[in-house]
Structures are given as C-alpha cells and as structure tokens.
C-alpha cells in the first residue's frame, strides 16, 4: 500500500516558476515508477512526465519537455516536478501517481496506475 500527498501548486505568473512535491507512505515507494498527471477543467486526465523506480530513467510530455523536470528521493519517499517557464495552458489539477509496470520510453497511461494523489492545483496567469 502506498499513500501519496502533492503539495506546492499555487498561483504564478506565466514565465514563472514551481516546484511540485509528491510526499510517499510505505516501504515499497521505490519500487514504483512515479507518474506526474495533470487534468485541466473540461479535459481529460494527461501524462506529463514518469520517472523510473531508481531516478535513472525519465520520460515527458512532448508539451512539457524542456520546461519541467521530474526527480526523486528515494530516501526522503519523495517525487518532485520542476516546473519552469510555465504557460497559462499549464493551468490544471496536478497528480502523482505510482505505478508498477515495467518502464518503456512511451507516455503512461492513468489506468497503469496503481495509487494516486489527491491532486494539488496549480493556475498559471497571462
């Protein structure tokens, strides 16, 4: 069993920064690859970016790539997303989620995800 908890959405100008924390429970954390997941208000849940059980392996969004960063501690049970140079279309619920399939070079899937955050909003001003 694994509990997660975003923390760090906020309200930031567009071309501003944010650093998104996904806090884990349990002792099997780091053998899940975490996903970062965003939904914004009348649209459908999408894949921004995944990262592998030992930090070595990443993946994004080609609308993300270059801009966010995807990190883990694995001794602080945690997953981060560097989020930079943000834009007003970045604007949604943000969610961490961990999922025990194996790793590939391809966008994760919601339904692959075996827990999931609460979600932390994160709204992006023109």
């Known amino acids: 069993q694994v509990q997660l908890v975003e923390s760090g959405g906020g309200l930031v100008q567009a071309g501003g920064s944010l650093r998104l924390s996904c806090a884990a429970s349990g002792r099997t954390f780091s053998s899940y690859n975490m996903v970062w997941f965003r939904q914004a208000p009348g649209k459908e849940r999408e894949f921004v970016a995944s990262?592998?059980?030992?930090?070595?392996?990443?993946y994004y969004a080609d609308s993300v790539k270059g801009r966010f960063t995807i990190s883990r501690d694995n001794a602080k049970n945690t997953v981060y997303l560097q989020m930079n140079s943000l834009k007003p279309e970045d604007t949604a619920v943000y969610y961490c989620a961990a999922d025990n399939t194996g790793w590939r070079n391809t966008p994760r899937y919601s339904y692959e995800a075996d827990y999931w955050g609460q979600g932390t909003q994160v709204t992006v001003s023109s």
């Open positions: 990262i592998n059980w030992s930090g070595t392996r990443t």
